[in-house]
């Protein structure tokens, strides 16, 4: 016999859908079916139950074959690692619970180590834009109530957070939306036209890395002040009716993504978006939210915010947080050799880090945390499969409006295996013992 | 016959669920191990549909199979799902902001017939031990 879970939490992207129903044997221990997720959430959740699915942890041997360890010897390679090393990276963070984020960040203070997330591939360059003017942000439940003006920015949610657009910004029907999409304008700024675009009222194939141009033009537009005949690609007919669409709105909010915080400009194409969103406000109310990937990065950054005042890229090997993106981020570290090991957990610097970077973690000690075969586990020295966090344990994770939601344990893990934070746990344990604490 | 266009990266749903699925497996290759291009660009390579290319920066080179773009018309501009096959390519340089620059990299896109494609642990592997191109 069967049973269904229902309200189950999806651990993927930043959109934490709590809706999901899993179809799980009796004694929970096999997972059947997924319900209600997306493609990408499904093949989650269903991977956790693959025949080949690695169990126990292992080490590189010198030949580069793999040799199966222990936990027991894990943590002592791990620890001894992170304890004798002068400045240890500490990176990833974004697929774990909260829990796990802050016993990691405990070891990270006692060994000194530079703390990361993924955000410093992802949304590190918003988080820089918000600490130089602010944001005027929301919750996915005002914008399913409120929002009738939807702007995506350099973000595809057609394919990158799929359920996006059903559950909060253009299908749902809400307080204030009852005419769901019908209702809504939608309008995507992107150099191709995605999948997203297609479903828009307006799409702006704006050229590529010329964003902080049109997201000033939008300004010069809300004012009504003359703009050249062309900017970014775009005729400015476009421009002025995008704008005034988006001004005759009761409530607009711009979502914005990777086509922004990874162009060049960088933070500073942020601090235009949020100008934008700050100037829409004199004419309806606006409101603006990064597109966050992970499903949990946005806790790792609430996590270390609350520890240690910054929410990604922390140097804690003077002893006390230092923060300075473009020294004390990941990528930077790495291509300078500034660090001498890497400890990975909750993400894959290997298939996502330019291959400079990849090669200085092939580099150097090194050990992955983590359930799937991957790039990184390929490039490190121990690699240490985990529980899956969403799925076979439970825990605190954060949606990308920065709302906590408690994800949900459906399946039993494989018998003897640890959770990111058991494991983490007595790393922290034996840290403590070879430091003498 | 080489053509010049400027890369981008990014999430497609493809790269997403094969990723879950295992990125030791073909399908996170097929997913990923391609580069998107426009119909006008690959007139100007001269080449057909599903052909091996070997795409260059002056960061690095990736070979991949090139298909038609899925959500274009885009001319002039090529896209790799992101993943170990893009970031042989991209721009690492974060220009002292922490994030490289995975969008925006001029590459050069020549046919590569008899080159194979890549599985991801291999080529980070190989690449790794310097015995890539």
Redesign the interface.
């Given at each position: 016999m069967t049973k269904t879970v229902t309200d189950v939490v999806c651990p993927?992207c930043g959109t934490l859908c709590d809706d999901l129903e899993v179809v799980v044997s009796d004694d929970g221990k096999k997972l059947f079916e997924v319900y209600n997720a997306?493609?990408?959430g499904a093949?989650?959740f269903l991977?956790s139950q693959?025949a080949d699915r690695l169990t126990r942890p292992r080490m590189r041997q010198d030949d580069g074959s793999w040799k199966e360890i222990s936990y027991d010897e894990a943590i002592e390679y791990t620890a001894r690692m992170l304890a004798d090393a002068k400045k240890p990276l500490m990176y990833g963070w974004s697929s774990t619970n909260c829990e796990a984020q802050a016993v990691g960040s405990e070891i990270g203070e006692m060994v000194g180590a530079v703390m990361d997330n993924t955000a410093?591939?992802c949304h590190?360059?918003s988080l820089?834009a918000v600490q130089d003017i602010g944001i005027p942000s929301c919750t996915l439940g005002e914008v399913k109530n409120r929002a009738d003006r939807i702007l995506f920015w350099g973000c595809?949610p057609?394919?990158?957070h799929?359920r996006h657009m059903s559950r909060y910004s253009i299908f749902p029907r809400g307080f204030f939306t009852g005419k769901g999409h019908t209702g809504r304008k939608m309008i995507v700024v992107d150099?191709?036209?995605?999948?997203t675009?297609r479903i828009a009222d307006v799409h702006l194939?704006i050229e590529?890395?010329r964003d902080y141009e049109l997201l000033d033009a939008f300004r010069v537009a809300f004012k009504g002040e003359k703009l050249p005949d062309v900017v970014a690609g775009i005729p400015k007919e476009k421009i002025y009716e995008a704008a005034d669409m988006l001004k005759s709105g009761r409530f607009a909010i711009i979502f914005f993504g990777?086509?922004v915080?990874?162009?060049?400009g960088?933070?500073h194409n942020i601090d235009a978006a949020i100008a934008v969103t700050r100037d829409l406000n004199e004419y309806t109310k606006a409101a603006i939210m990064p597109m966050r990937?992970h499903y949990n990065v946005t806790g790792s950054g609430q996590v270390w915010g609350w520890l240690f005042g910054f929410p990604y890229?922390v140097d804690l090997s003077r002893g006390f947080a230092r923060y300075n993106?473009?020294?004390?981020?990941?990528?930077?570290l790495l291509?300078r050799g500034e660090v001498d090991a890497v400890f990975v957990l909750g993400s894959?610097p290997?298939?996502?880090?330019?291959?400079?970077?990849?090669?200085e973690i092939?580099?150097l000690p090194s050990v992955a945390v983590e359930p799937?075969?991957?790039?990184t586990t390929?490039?490190c020295k121990v690699h240490v499969p985990v529980a899956f966090v969403g799925v076979e344990v439970g825990g605190c994770a954060y949606r990308m409006d920065n709302v906590p939601i408690e994800t949900r344990k459906v399946v039993e893990p494989p018998e003897g295996m640890l959770t990111d934070e058991e494991f983490l746990d007595r790393v922290l344990a034996r840290v403590k013992e070879i430091k003498g604490v | 016959m080489a053509i010049r266009v400027?890369l981008?990266t990014?999430?497609?749903?493809q790269q997403?669920?094969s990723?879950?699925?295992?990125?030791?497996k073909p399908a996170y290759t097929a997913a990923c191990g391609i580069i998107e291009l426009d119909p006008a660009d690959f007139k100007k390579l001269g080449a057909f549909r599903n052909t091996t290319v070997r795409v260059t920066s002056q960061?690095?080179s990736v070979v991949v199979k090139a298909v038609e773009?899925t959500?274009?018309?885009?001319p002039g501009?090529a896209?790799i799902p992101?993943?170990?096959w893009a970031?042989?390519v991209?721009?690492?340089n974060?220009?002292?902001?922490?994030?490289?620059?995975?969008?925006?990299t001029p590459v050069t896109v020549e046919v590569a017939k008899n080159e194979p494609v890549l599985d991801?642990?291999e080529?980070?592997?190989k690449?790794?031990r310097g015995e890539l191109a």
């Amino acid at each position: 016999m069967t049973k269904t879970v229902t309200d189950v939490v999806c651990p993927f992207c930043g959109t934490l859908c709590d809706d999901l129903e899993v179809v799980v044997s009796d004694d929970g221990k096999k997972l059947f079916e997924v319900y209600n997720a997306c493609a990408i959430g499904a093949e989650k959740f269903l991977h956790s139950q693959a025949a080949d699915r690695l169990t126990r942890p292992r080490m590189r041997q010198d030949d580069g074959s793999w040799k199966e360890i222990s936990y027991d010897e894990a943590i002592e390679y791990t620890a001894r690692m992170l304890a004798d090393a002068k400045k240890p990276l500490m990176y990833g963070w974004s697929s774990t619970n909260c829990e796990a984020q802050a016993v990691g960040s405990e070891i990270g203070e006692m060994v000194g180590a530079v703390m990361d997330n993924t955000a410093t591939v992802c949304h590190g360059t918003s988080l820089i834009a918000v600490q130089d003017i602010g944001i005027p942000s929301c919750t996915l439940g005002e914008v399913k109530n409120r929002a009738d003006r939807i702007l995506f920015w350099g973000c595809n949610p057609a394919h990158a957070h799929p359920r996006h657009m059903s559950r909060y910004s253009i299908f749902p029907r809400g307080f204030f939306t009852g005419k769901g999409h019908t209702g809504r304008k939608m309008i995507v700024v992107d150099p191709r036209p995605t999948d997203t675009a297609r479903i828009a009222d307006v799409h702006l194939q704006i050229e590529q890395g010329r964003d902080y141009e049109l997201l000033d033009a939008f300004r010069v537009a809300f004012k009504g002040e003359k703009l050249p005949d062309v900017v970014a690609g775009i005729p400015k007919e476009k421009i002025y009716e995008a704008a005034d669409m988006l001004k005759s709105g009761r409530f607009a909010i711009i979502f914005f993504g990777m086509g922004v915080t990874q162009s060049l400009g960088k933070n500073h194409n942020i601090d235009a978006a949020i100008a934008v969103t700050r100037d829409l406000n004199e004419y309806t109310k606006a409101a603006i939210m990064p597109m966050r990937g992970h499903y949990n990065v946005t806790g790792s950054g609430q996590v270390w915010g609350w520890l240690f005042g910054f929410p990604y890229a922390v140097d804690l090997s003077r002893g006390f947080a230092r923060y300075n993106p473009g020294e004390t981020t990941s990528n930077d570290l790495l291509r300078r050799g500034e660090v001498d090991a890497v400890f990975v957990l909750g993400s894959d610097p290997g298939a996502h880090f330019p291959f400079s970077s990849v090669k200085e973690i092939y580099n150097l000690p090194s050990v992955a945390v983590e359930p799937h075969e991957t790039p990184t586990t390929e490039v490190c020295k121990v690699h240490v499969p985990v529980a899956f966090v969403g799925v076979e344990v439970g825990g605190c994770a954060y949606r990308m409006d920065n709302v906590p939601i408690e994800t949900r344990k459906v399946v039993e893990p494989p018998e003897g295996m640890l959770t990111d934070e058991e494991f983490l746990d007595r790393v922290l344990a034996r840290v403590k013992e070879i430091k003498g604490v | 016959m080489a053509i010049r266009v400027n890369l981008i990266t990014g999430r497609t749903i493809q790269q997403g669920v094969s990723m879950e699925a295992g990125k030791e497996k073909p399908a996170y290759t097929a997913a990923c191990g391609i580069i998107e291009l426009d119909p006008a660009d690959f007139k100007k390579l001269g080449a057909f549909r599903n052909t091996t290319v070997r795409v260059t920066s002056q960061y690095g080179s990736v070979v991949v199979k090139a298909v038609e773009a899925t959500q274009g018309p885009h001319p002039g501009v090529a896209y790799i799902p992101m993943g170990p096959w893009a970031n042989r390519v991209v721009n690492p340089n974060t220009y002292s902001t922490g994030m490289p620059t995975f969008k925006g990299t001029p590459v050069t896109v020549e046919v590569a017939k008899n080159e194979p494609v890549l599985d991801s642990l291999e080529l980070v592997r190989k690449g790794c031990r310097g015995e890539l191109a």
